[in-house]
């Protein structure tokens, strides 16, 4: 499966029992950031910047645990920042685990040797690591040298220890898909569980025109399409059919709510309009019509997978067809 059963059954059950309460709003994902802190400064992300500029102090543990609480969210996404430089991560992992969440712990590899010696690994935990391309292009993304090697090193370690691993890697409009092919063949080689891949958000804070244009991005993925059957994606079928601009989808940004040491980020995971200092203030003033409409311009070339993979739930529950396809997916494993 390229899931495991508890985690389709936690995330299916979850969805039915806020389907039957009548709400037309909850979380799937928790996107938890314990800590904007981080030991890189990639060229496409904006977290580092934030960091600089608020100059935030990280979560304390009680604030991490009584989020996941609060959200109900069934899974929580532990990133940052690098997660990893959060001194209090292991006794996180470890409540989540005894709340009966699932985990995917975010890191760009350099300092999770630590955490797979000393961690026993767990069916409801997957270490998940970002590669941008091999490893002249990741590095050069990542600013620094070295960087793709040791999360290589990282992910045997992990997969010696018994460990879940997936990776996720952003396409930006230098990205070649020949160099991606032999990206996901070698991570396919390392026995990696699962790859994500997505378009790289196009964050208005960060500088040089590295982001693809929806229309651009549609090509490129129609490009991708004959790897999607070869290789062990977890971005669903559908989903991958919204990025080959198959099929049209709107937003679920309240399905993957953020929380960080600046309080409840407001609209989603990519945009911040403001904070708020509890979940239930966040799902009651937001403005979520806008941005599930893509009327806010910032959405206009957001095809980012925290955004439309919540979609996907909520488009399969309502078409059976749909249903039984994911269903069928989930079963198969490239």
Not at 43 to 48: P, V
Not at 184 to 203: H, Q
Request: hydrophobic letters at 35%; charged letters at 30%.
């Amino acid at each position: 499966m390229r899931f495991p059963a508890s985690l389709h059954f936690s995330i299916t059950s979850f969805f039915i029992r806020n389907a039957l309460k009548r709400r037309k709003r909850f979380p799937l994902v928790l996107m938890l950031e314990p800590t904007h802190r981080c030991n890189l400064l990639c060229a496409g992300c904006d977290r580092i910047r934030l960091q600089a500029e608020e100059q935030s102090a990280d979560l304390s543990l009680r604030d991490c645990i009584d989020s996941a609480i609060e959200s109900g969210a069934p899974v929580v996404t532990i990133t940052g920042g690098e997660p990893l430089l959060y001194q209090d991560l292991r006794p996180l992992a470890a409540e989540l685990l005894r709340l009966k969440r699932h985990i995917y712990l975010c890191s760009n590899g350099l300092l999770t040797e630590s955490f797979i010696e000393e961690f026993e690994p767990h069916s409801r935990l997957t270490l998940n690591f970002h590669l941008d391309g091999m490893e002249e292009n990741h590095d050069r993304i990542a600013n620094k040298p070295g960087t793709f090697a040791k999360a290589l090193e990282s992910i045997k370690k992990a997969k010696r220890r018994g460990f879940r691993v997936s990776t996720n890697t952003s396409v930006y409009k230098n990205s070649d898909t020949r160099e991606l092919e032999r990206l996901f063949a070698l991570l396919k080689g390392l026995r990696v569980d699962g790859l994500l891949v997505s378009p790289a958000f196009s964050y208005e804070r960060v500088e040089n025109d590295i982001f693809l244009t929806r229309e651009e991005a549609v090509r490129r993925f129609l490009d991708m399409a004959p790897l999607f059957e070869r290789f062990p994606f977890i971005s669903s079928p559908l989903y991958l059919d919204f990025l080959m601009g198959k099929r049209k989808m709107r937003c679920t940004p309240w399905g993957n709510p953020t929380r960080n040491p600046l309080g409840w980020k407001s609209p989603c995971y990519l945009i911040t309009d403001r904070y708020y200092s509890s979940f239930a203030e966040l799902m009651e003033e937001t403005d979520w019509d806008r941005y599930e409409s893509g009327a806010d311009p910032r959405c206009r070339d957001c095809m980012v997978h925290s955004g439309y993979e919540a979609t996907v739930m909520r488009t399969a529950f309502s078409n059976p067809k749909d249903l039984a396809r994911l269903a069928l997916w989930n079963l198969k494993k490239s």
